[in-house]
């Protein structure tokens, strides 16, 4: 079993449709969530990022934790076709060089 | 800055081919990371160094190697090219924060990706 589980896609959705991507993980360790957005060809870059449980919000994004459940959500409000890309979760415990665990990425499609 | 750099952007190998993937970072990032990334699949841990002259192994390291000679540049290595290394690789960076060195950025910074086609 993995120890990252990323819902798989991919994902299509109208524009202005709210988006939900989620991760489930199985190391109680883990204390940093990271959303990472990939555009096609590009490098990853942080989206967003969070801190043991909670929510945090961003502009149109919200990431929310539930370490309780072992799972993470990233949200898309009023989504955008710009918003098109691969959403990768990633964790960490930073116990270990900074190392973070990835999920495997959904990619999402807004359409106009 | 220009951040986290890579060249070549794309290569084809033959198999049993070499070559080295550059990195190079100019923020002064203390650590530096390769990976790997199929289609469809998220980023595989290659290497990874903590500072020059220190690595370690990752998730996948077999057939390739890595070496720190300076804070700014990371290569990876392929030694006798194979079909299964056919893959996007990332080269990233990131810094540890507090006193100690023992607590870590959350960010890593990545840079374009070398697409390389072994056949």
């Known amino acids: 079993q993995k120890e990252v589980e990323q819902d798989p896609g991919p994902l299509s959705v109208p524009e202005g449709a709210i988006v939900s991507l989620n991760c489930t993980y199985s190391?109680?360790?883990?204390?940093?969530f990271m959303w990472y957005r990939q555009y096609s060809r590009k490098g990853p870059e942080l989206l967003m990022y969070t801190y043991s449980s909670g929510n945090k919000e961003d502009g149109r994004f919200t990431a929310q934790v539930d370490k309780s459940s072992k799972y993470i959500s990233l949200f898309i409000r009023d989504s955008q076709p710009s918003d098109s890309a691969t959403y990768l979760c990633?964790?960490?415990?930073?116990?270990?060089?900074?190392?973070?665990?990835f999920g495997d990425g959904t990619t999402l499609t807004v359409k106009p | 800055n220009a951040g986290v750099t890579q060249t070549p952007k794309f290569r084809i190998l033959k198999i049993g081919q070499s070559m080295t993937l550059q990195c190079t970072q100019d923020?002064?990032?203390?650590?530096m990371y390769w990976y790997r990334q199929d289609p469809g699949m998220g980023l595989k841990l290659i290497y990874y160094?903590?500072?020059?002259?220190?690595?370690d192994k990752g998730e996948v390291p077999n057939g390739y190697n890595v070496s720190r000679s300076t804070t700014e540049d990371f290569p990876l290595r392929l030694e006798l090219a194979a079909p299964s290394q056919t893959s996007v690789y990332f080269c990233?960076?990131?810094?540890?924060?507090?006193?100690?060195?023992?607590?870590?950025?959350?960010?890593?910074?990545f840079g374009p990706g070398t697409r390389l086609t072994v056949t």
């Open positions: 990633a964790m960490s415990d930073f116990t270990n060089a900074g190392k973070s665990t």
């Open positions: 923020m002064n990032h203390n650590y």
């Open positions: 160094s903590v500072g020059a002259g220190i690595t």
């Open positions: 990233a960076s990131s810094y540890s924060i507090g006193t100690s060195g023992a607590l870590f950025s959350y960010e890593q910074y």
């Open positions: 190391n109680s360790a883990f204390q940093y």
